[in-house]
């Protein structure tokens, strides 16, 4: 990071490596270093969850803040995974065993309105007051955890502009209309051009009318949001403010997803390499041997991703030779469905419930295919790392992963240039015919082969997208300077 480094405040709720429910956090725990040498120094603000507090080392305190909407907390100050991290103490709001939105019985927090309100007034008094001498000049939000922040800050008199990003529109942060008060929430706001949504407060409304630019993780995802069939009620608040929308595609650490430098696979630079992953896959999920395609998915089991659309598609793959070994946790009835379609297909279907980040890296390094046939995908982080391992990407034509993935078309193959299959409608009709068109290109071992090569060259990393948030900072603190 340069002394001249300038200071953006970036407020979220998960940040890799220490909280992580999905991409959120990996993109969150990405930026920094991303934008340190583009002239932008992020200081990420964080809710002091249980495991967040044992994992700090040496932490600070920062400034003293007052109570917060009645809760006692206190600013530590820490760097973890050479980020420059924020930390709001408050153990009546974070220090619970379960996950930062649920209890251990898979409920919302009953108080998970109050928990990310008082975080985003804590930014909002870091913006106004500064931290001993630190101010920045943009504050950039992180979906509806972080979507109060602009009307606290309008509050207290903090006039820095904001950038809210939008990482998935499915969530609101929606909370009762009685609740105004108890959030400190001004009650002339709450209206149809304000936070208002149907009668309740919508935190992601909030930051969506109230920040300076919005942004959203891929550019097919952008046009998609001001559509009614993606953008969850939400569609015309986002074609009221399409000027200030622009799509900036994520990438993924491409120095802890680095097949020739990944400490828990075989390491490998072509796909020649994977063979030995794949025996070692094969034999973690007893898979037998087998003519077609090795696949694996990694996810979260929820309606978002599709995974009960392959539930009735598998057939076309598992009757041409092919297999599945699925890693994923999350909605129960999904988590049984794909258990007894193991335990029917022994030997070609393999399932493992749960969350393992090392057994991830294994499976993207052993696979000959990734399937992410998600409804709707904002951007979605896996099928770029069954890009970088040589697995090649089977997807539904939407969001990031209609940005990231080309598909192999006759034109396309004819060329060398797909790097994956994509298909449209999302329908298990249509994702059957696309598992039918792996298996065929499998059999064509050359042309696979070279999809596989093209798919480890596609470039992956923050190159193209860190210029861009870069760009979108100066502009807004240099129009500030202008307005002031
Ligand atoms: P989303 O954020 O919607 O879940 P993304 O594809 O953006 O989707 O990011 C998901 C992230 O979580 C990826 O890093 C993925 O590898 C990881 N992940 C999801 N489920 C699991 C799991 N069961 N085990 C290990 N990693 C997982
Ligand atoms: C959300 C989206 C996912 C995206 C991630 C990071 O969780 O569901 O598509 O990759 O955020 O931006």
């Not at 002339?188 to 009318?209: C, N, V």
């Amino acid at each position: 990071m340069s002394a001249a480094a300038r200071p953006v405040l970036a407020v979220a709720s998960e940040c890799a490596p220490l909280v992580k429910t999905g991409g959120l956090a990996d993109v969150v725990g990405a930026l920094p270093a991303a934008l340190a040498s583009r002239g932008w120094a992020i200081r990420t603000l964080l809710p002091g969850y249980r495991g967040v507090m044992k994992a700090l080392k040496r932490p600070r305190v920062a400034a003293e803040l007052p109570d917060l909407l009645g809760t006692p907390v206190r600013l530590l100050a820490a760097t973890a995974g050479g980020m420059d991290l924020l930390i709001l103490d408050a153990p009546a709001l974070y220090d619970r065993d379960g996950s930062p939105y649920l209890d251990a019985q898979g409920n919302d927090w009953p108080d998970n309105d109050l928990r990310f309100a008082v975080l985003n007034l804590a930014a909002a008094l870091i913006a106004a007051d500064g931290i001993k001498g630190w101010r920045p000049e943009v504050v950039h939000l992180h979906d509806w955890q972080a979507g109060l922040t602009p009307l606290y800050m309008a509050s207290a008199g903090a006039a820095q502009p904001c950038v809210m990003t939008i990482h998935n529109i499915a969530f609101h942060g929606l909370t009762g209309a009685e609740r105004l008060k108890a959030l400190g929430l001004p009650a002339e706001g709450f209206t149809l051009d304000g936070f208002e949504y149907y009668g309740h407060i919508s935190a992601l409304k909030a930051g969506l009318t109230g920040a300076q630019a919005i942004t959203t993780v891929s550019p097919t995802y952008a046009q998609e949001l001001a559509t009614e069939d993606f953008g969850m009620g939400l569609d015309g608040v986002i074609r009221a403010r399409a000027h200030d929308l622009t799509g900036i595609l994520n990438g993924i650490d491409t120095d802890a997803w680095d097949p020739t430098r990944d400490p828990v696979i075989r390491r490998f630079s072509a796909p020649g390499g994977k063979a030995a992953n794949k025996r070692a896959l094969r034999a973690e999920f007893g898979l037998a041997p087998a003519e077609g395609p090795l696949c694996v998915v990694v996810s979260r089991l929820s309606d978002q991703k599709g995974l009960d659309l392959l539930l009735t598609a598998l057939p076309a793959l598992t009757e041409r030779g092919g297999q599945l070994a699925l890693l994923g946790s999350g909605d129960r009835r999904l988590e049984n469905a794909w258990l007894n379609v193991a335990a029917a297909n022994p030997g070609h279907v393999g399932v493992r419930i749960g969350y393992d980040e090392g057994l991830s890296h294994r499976m993207f390094a052993g696979a000959d295919a990734v399937l992410v046939p998600s409804r709707f995908e904002p951007c979605g982080l896996t099928q770029m790392y069954g890009l970088r391992y040589g697995a090649v990407p089977v997807v539904a034509r939407t969001g990031g992963l209609a940005d990231t993935v080309i598909h192999a078309n006759a034109a396309a193959l004819a060329v060398g240039c797909a790097t994956g299959i994509t298909h449209r409608p999302n329908d298990p009709r249509a994702l059957a015919q696309a598992l039918s068109q792996l298996a065929a290109l499998w059999s064509d071992r050359r042309a696979y082969r070279r999809m596989q090569r093209n798919a480890m060259k596609h470039p992956v990393g923050w190159e193209a997208s860190a210029p861009r948030y870069a760009a979108l900072y100066d502009r807004l603190a240099r129009e500030r300077m202008e307005t002031r």
